[in-house]
């Protein structure tokens, strides 16, 4: 249906050229549809927004989607998601149209889907679902942090993993890193050498409420626009509350009419 959708050979052959590849995070359709419309190259979606509207809005952009576990998936009455169950949410998700699967879960896991001949997106970094180790900093501003994120990237390329988010990395690191590995670095806060800058569509169009990143940028301020249509969209509501309890709704342009043969009739059949 998309003829110029890339696959993950043209995502690996924009590395290897030295091509900037754009990135952005999105949560409906409507995103999808503008990345789309905009050339963007590769979007991620979160698997609990990803579906056949989804993907039909996303028309040639490359998609990756965030596999449903370690964060906010359910576990089916379980205690931990097996891998399994990370396959059998991968293989669905490309029934769908996804074309790589991000996974933060263990080298094992990850394993798993990549023998299976999915695509494969690890994390490198500030990983979110495993905060607690690290706190929401930088990572690899030590030697030894740089050291632990070359040998993690090295075990990534080891069990075929296709790519990474590199994550809040400094940038002279970041740049070791994507040069010095086939995975394709998609950065985020990383520096400019990344293969791939990502951001997330509420940093890009300023509508988002939670913290503001460092590497965040601002493109198109839509605050003051969408606190204007909430308003609006009170206002109307308002406005349609006070019209039914006034009775001013609905009014005869908006009911149904029956003839008045057609309702005595009735009346007859009931009363009958």
């Known amino acids: 249906m998309y003829h110029n959708r890339p696959h993950v050979s043209d995502i690996r052959a924009m590395k290897q050229r030295g091509e900037k590849i ?38 040639e952009c490359f998609v990756q989607v965030g596999l449903p576990y370690g964060g906010w998936g359910r576990f089916e009455g379980r205690a931990v998601a097996t891998g399994e169950d990370y396959l059998r949410a991968a293989f669905h998700y490309a ?26 997106v690890g994390h490198i970094g500030l990983i979110p679902s495993y ?46 890193l994507t040069e010095n590995s086939s995975l394709v670095m998609l950065g985020m806060g990383a520096g400019k050498h990344a293969d791939a800058q990502y951001l997330f569509t509420e940093d890009v ?26 308003n609006e969209r009170i206002a109307a509501f308002k406005d349609y509350k006070a019209d039914v309890d006034s009775g001013g709704y609905p009014e005869a342009a908006h009911s149904v009419t029956i003839k008045d043969d057609e309702f005595e009739a009735f009346l007859g059949a009931v009363q009958g």
């Open 22 to 59: 754009s990135m952005l995070f999105v949560t409906t359709a409507e995103e999808a549809a503008a990345a789309n419309a905009a050339g963007i190259h590769m979007l991620s979606i979160e698997g609990r927004f990803f579906d056949a509207d989804m993907r039909a809005a996303a028309g």
């Open 95 to 120: 029934g769908i149209g996804g074309d790589a699967y991000y996974c933060a879960a263990s080298y094992d896991i990850q394993k798993l889907l990549c023998d299976n001949h999915l695509p494969v």
């Open 131 to 176: 905060i607690t180790w690290t706190g929401w900093r930088a990572v690899g501003k030590t030697a030894d942090e740089a050291l632990a994120l070359w040998k993690h990237t090295q075990k990534l390329e080891e069990i075929g993993v296709f790519g990474a988010e590199l994550e809040v990395v400094p940038d002279r690191v970041a740049k070791f």
């Open 205 to 230: 169009c300023g509508y988002g409420k939670n913290h503001k990143p460092r590497h965040g940028k601002v493109y198109r301020n839509f605050a003051p626009e969408l606190k204007r249509l909430q």
